[in-house]
């Protein structure tokens, strides 16, 4: 299982892959910082090895990390994939904290979908 980060949320992936460890899941965390261009080599390469990914980003979905990631697997090598994110929505205010919980992008929330993704490989 491989986590793919960006931005401010690599802390929270790290966080989510400590946990996803304690409860003997190895995942792992890939770190992008740039979505345009990506690295489809190191995309590939982690859904080849690992067979599920999830990615995790502070912004929308569509047209982001998770659009992108989505649409190197589908057209290469289709794996299960979640996607951590602004489900397409406006902006609210509030901390950081706040928004991350109403958002959905803290650590447990990152381990419930690297869960979801795991459950959907195919054996």
Do not use: W
Request: aromatic letters at 4%.
């Amino acid at each position: 299982m491989t986590i793919i980060s960006t931005g401010i949320l690599v802390t929270e992936s790290l966080i989510a892959t400590d946990i996803l460890a304690e409860q003997g899941v190895n995942a792992r965390l890939l770190d992008v910082h740039s979505i345009k261009p990506i690295d489809q080599d190191a995309v590939l390469k982690a859904a080849r090895e690992t067979g599920a990914i999830v990615t995790v980003e502070d912004g929308n979905i569509i047209g982001g990390l998770g659009g992108t990631v989505a649409e190197i697997e589908g057209e290469n090598f289709p794996v299960p994939i979640q996607r951590i994110g602004v489900r397409d929505t406006f902006g609210l205010s509030g901390t950081i904290e706040e928004l991350k919980t109403t958002y959905k992008l803290s650590a447990p929330f990152i381990v419930k979908a690297a869960k979801q993704a795991m459950n959907q490989k195919k054996l």
